[in-house]
């Protein structure tokens, strides 16, 4: 049996496999190096920049009834800014602060920023666990970061501090059940390359010769468009070779959240082998094709009206079980920003506090 978390710890050392990592300053850096060795994950090249596609912060912000004029966003782990300098790009009113730990990716945003001409977007080197800052956020965005970090309730709670009273925290994170496949994939590349462990480079051949591949839109719509084999190359070793891996459950996230300080979450969004879309924990026949309803994860009435004499929580875990997603998007903020929440995003709350 796989374990939740695999961890390798460098060259010349043991790969360790833990439901909890000991070591979270090692994870910390033995992530950093990584991606200074891959730090065009989200960048097909500095001659153009690519058009991200921004929907699940826009469909939050449009069930929040408010528009990006004038908001301040945090990118949390934005690797080489493709998504900060396109939400910038596209919303000049808006301003955009990215912040990632790896300072190769970092310096790959900064000529992002240079290249489009953008004065409303910054970027710095940092972490999650370390970052601060004197001006609050409206929203804090984190996409694909947390499950490469040893310590995630302490790193939401060092976002949970960025947020104005009424802002959110949207944070999309790999689930544990959808990502099995990959674990054990990881798991034997690890094994194989275990004298070479830290050296990523060499380590790739690896992931050739056992003709590993991630398809581009594993985990949704492909961001950036042309799939080009450096692209291609820098996907396979982010899902293969990246130090520290550890998938969430839903049961993660609250726990996190709570100890992080947050007032409540939502699970908002859940990426299946059918794509991305919004979760409704009602029992809506006539839902849209964006919206998975208990109607279509559950088609039996019984089952449903089991479900509903349960606590959400144990809804969720039904739910989890039965969807087994690949990766989920989950809202968190404190009391004061419920009220802004949609009918939807109120229905699937897990209150914290």
Not at 70 to 90: H, I
Not at 133 to 153: R, T
Not at 326 to 351: H, K, M, V
Request: glycine content about 6%.
């Amino acid at each position: 049996m796989v374990s939740a978390c695999v961890m390798a710890v460098g060259k010349g050392r043991d790969v360790g496999h833990t439901s909890v990592d000991p070591v979270g300053d090692v994870a910390a850096r033995l992530v950093s190096e990584f991606y200074d060795a891959f730090p065009q994950r989200y960048a097909r090249g500095m001659q153009e920049i690519p058009e991200v596609d921004l929907a699940p912060i826009s469909v939050l912000i449009r069930e929040a009834s408010y528009s990006f004029d004038g908001l301040r966003v945090l990118d949390a782990g934005c690797g080489t800014g493709a998504q900060a300098t396109s939400l910038a790009r596209q919303n000049p009113l808006t301003t955009v602060v990215g912040f990632d730990c790896s300072a190769k990716s970092i310096a790959v945003a900064r000529q992002s920023q240079l290249l489009a001409g953008l004065n409303n977007v910054a970027f710095s080197v940092s972490s999650c666990e370390a970052f601060s800052s004197e001006d609050p956020f409206d929203l804090v965005w984190c996409n694909g970061v947390l499950h490469h970090i040893g310590m995630p309730a302490k790193a939401l709670g060092a976002l949970h501090k960025c947020l104005t009273a009424k802002g959110v925290a949207a944070i999309w994170v790999l689930h544990r059940y959808g990502h099995r496949d990959i674990m054990l994939k990881r798991e034997l590349v690890q094994r194989l390359s275990y004298s070479e462990a830290g050296d990523w480079k060499t380590q790739v051949r690896w992931l050739d010769e056992l003709n590993l591949s991630i398809p581009a839109d594993r985990y949704g719509h492909n961001q950036l468009g042309e799939d080009t084999e450096s692209v291609a190359q820098t996907r396979k070793a982010d899902a293969f070779l990246t130090p520290y891996l550890c998938p969430w459950t839903f049961a993660d996230a609250l726990a996190h959240a709570k100890q992080a300080g947050f007032s409540w979450l939502a699970i908002d969004q859940v990426t299946t082998e059918k794509g991305t879309r919004l979760l409704a924990l009602t029992s809506e026949d006539d839902a849209p094709p964006w919206v998975t309803s208990l109607t279509e994860v559950f088609p039996s009435a019984l089952v449903r009206r089991r479900l509903g004499e349960l606590p959400i929580a144990e809804r969720l875990a039904c739910i989890e079980l039965e969807m087994r997603p690949r990766g989920f998007l989950f809202l968190a903020g404190s009391e004061d920003s419920f009220a802004q929440c949609s009918p939807r995003i109120r229905a699937n709350t897990c209150r914290l506090l």
